[in-house]
T-cell receptor, first 114, second 114 residues
Framework: KAGVTQTPRYLIKTRGQQVTLSCSPISGHRSVSWYQQTPGQGLQFLFEYFSETQRNKGNFPGRFSGRQFSNSRSEMNVSTLELGDSALYLC?????????????FGSGTRLTVV | QQQVKQSPQSLIVQKGGISIINCAYENTAFDYFPWYQQFPGKGPALLIAIRPDVSEKKEGRFTISFNKSAKQFSLHIMDSQPGDSATYFCAASMSTSGTYKYIFGTGTRLKVLA
């Protein structure tokens, strides 16, 4: 059974540019969540989607956005990149609407903003 | 009230020893407490989890001890092995508007010496 797939694995972008990251959840999983991981802040919740609807949102500026498609695949977009956006972006999927029993994480996309 | 405080930040243990990582929370609405293990270059993987109606849960060499009155929970790794060297995150989650919102600790980097 394939795990959570995130693409690309690595990205280098210039300050001011925008970026789109992709996440394919485990087959049958309909809940997808996104996290930002940095050495100083740990894992910070970005947003959660279920059935194409955003159900929860963390405390990030509006430059961070996401969406989910009908096949449960999800994308997140960061516009007007800042140096501080450099981080590992993790996607997690869950088979349940509530995500209550815990996530399965992907390996992440390492974004470097220069 | 939304924070989960994790300690220590880093831990060095001899092979065969016991590794203990502690977490504390404030919000009594939390009702699911998972631990995640993360190896370099990988996303966090669910290790073991507990609900507050149980004081202890054991899975192999890994045990969660839960103290509801003190609002603390800890991970014990018995007979620690070099392969256990990883970063460990505790988390706490609660239902918010029909979905589960996860708050992660800041992580503990464990190194087990051979």
């Amino acid at each position: 059974k394939a795990g959570v797939t995130q693409t690309p694995r690595y990205l280098i972008k210039t300050r001011g540019q925008q970026v789109t990251l992709s996440c394919s959840p485990i087959s049958g999983h309909r809940s997808v969540s996104w996290y930002q991981q940095t050495p100083g802040q740990g894992l910070q919740f970005l947003f959660e989607y279920f059935s194409e609807t955003q159900r929860n949102k963390g405390n990030f500026p509006g430059r961070f956005s996401g969406r989910q498609f009908s096949n449960s695949r999800s994308e997140m977009n960061v516009s007007t990149l800042e140096l501080g956006d450099s981080a590992l972006y993790l996607c997690a999927s869950s088979p349940y609407a509530t995500g209550a029993t815990g996530y399965t994480f992907g390996s992440g996309t390492r974004l470097t903003v220069v | 009230q939304q924070q989960v405080k994790q300690s220590p930040q880093s831990l060095i243990v001899q092979k065969g020893g016991i590794s203990i990582i502690n977490c504390a929370y404030e919000n009594t609405a939390f009702d699911y407490f998972p631990w995640y293990q993360q190896f370099p270059g990988k996303g966090p993987a669910l290790l073991i989890a507990i609900r507050p109606d149980v004081s202890e849960k054991k899975e192999g060499r890994f045990t969660i001890s839960f103290n509801k009155s003190a609002k603390q929970f800890s991970l014990h790794i018995m007979d620690s092995q070099p392969g256990d060297s990883a970063t460990y995150f505790c988390a706490a989650s609660m239902s918010t508007s029909g979905t589960y919102k996860y708050i992660f600790g800041t992580g503990t980097r464990l190194k087990v010496l051979a």
